[in-house]
């Protein structure tokens, strides 16, 4: 595992990547902010489960 330091970094640069995938989708969609949260909410509790669930991790950042 990354020490906190690469840690910090590797979650600002996928930050980053997913601001520049959902505004890359918006504009390519037309899909309102609206649906691109629901998009990305949806995606989230769908991933926390598979992962919660497969490894023991503290989500606590």
């Known amino acids: 595992m990354a020490?906190?330091?690469q840690k910090?970094?590797?979650l600002e640069?996928?930050?980053?990547?997913?601001?520049?995938i959902c505004s890359k989708f918006q504009e390519e969609s037309g899909a309102t902010d609206m649906e691109v949260k629901t998009l990305l909410r949806e995606l989230a509790k769908v991933w926390g489960k598979d992962i919660d669930e497969d490894q023991d991790i503290d989500w606590e950042v």
Do not use: F, R
Request: charge should be negative; avoid cysteine; aromatic fraction near 8%.
């Open 3 to 5: 020490n906190p330091d």
């Open 8 to 10: 910090t970094i590797l």
């Open 13 to 20: 640069q996928a930050y980053e990547e997913l601001k520049s």
